[in-house]
């Protein structure tokens, strides 16, 4: 069974910067859509970002609550997907995890959990002074 590793979490101060990485073992990027997703002590896990490939172009989603803040980008000959976050704020501390999901359809651009699989450990955030 195919799991994602995650990697680059950690502490930084609000309006601090992180860059999470999503390997993807066995997975062709352009085959699917891949999607980070977050979850915070005692909530539900959100979607955060998803981007699909398509012959060099792709689509990118992003949560109403990190638009503008956090880039999504794939770097395919090494298999992995980055999730490049700015201007970070308290609400953002969480679990980040990353997973793949269909790459046509509504579940990539709804950031719908459930159709995600593949799912690794996260990585932990914590923005905090």
């Known amino acids: 069974q195919v799991q994602f590793v995650e990697s680059g979490g950690g502490l930084v101060q609000p309006g601090g910067s992180l860059r999470l990485s999503c390997e993807a073992p066995?997975?062709?990027?352009?085959?699917?859509?891949i999607g980070w997703f977050r979850q915070a002590p005692g909530k539900e896990r959100e979607g955060v970002s998803c981007?699909?490939?398509?012959?060099?172009?792709?689509?990118?989603y992003y949560a109403d609550s990190v638009r503008g803040r956090f880039i999504i980008s794939s770097d395919n000959l090494k298999n992995t997907v980055h999730l490049q976050m700015t201007g970070l704020k308290p609400e953002d501390t969480a679990v980040y995890y990353c997973?793949?999901?269909?790459?046509?359809?509504?579940?990539?651009?709804?950031?719908?959990?459930?159709?995600?699989?593949?799912w690794g450990q996260g990585t932990q955030v914590t923005v905090s002074s």
């Open positions: 981007i699909t490939l398509d012959d060099g172009d792709g689509s990118v």
């Open positions: 997973a793949r999901g269909p790459k046509y359809g509504s579940i990539c651009p709804t950031l719908t959990a459930s159709g995600f699989n593949s």
């Open positions: 066995r997975t062709t990027l352009a085959d699917y859509s």
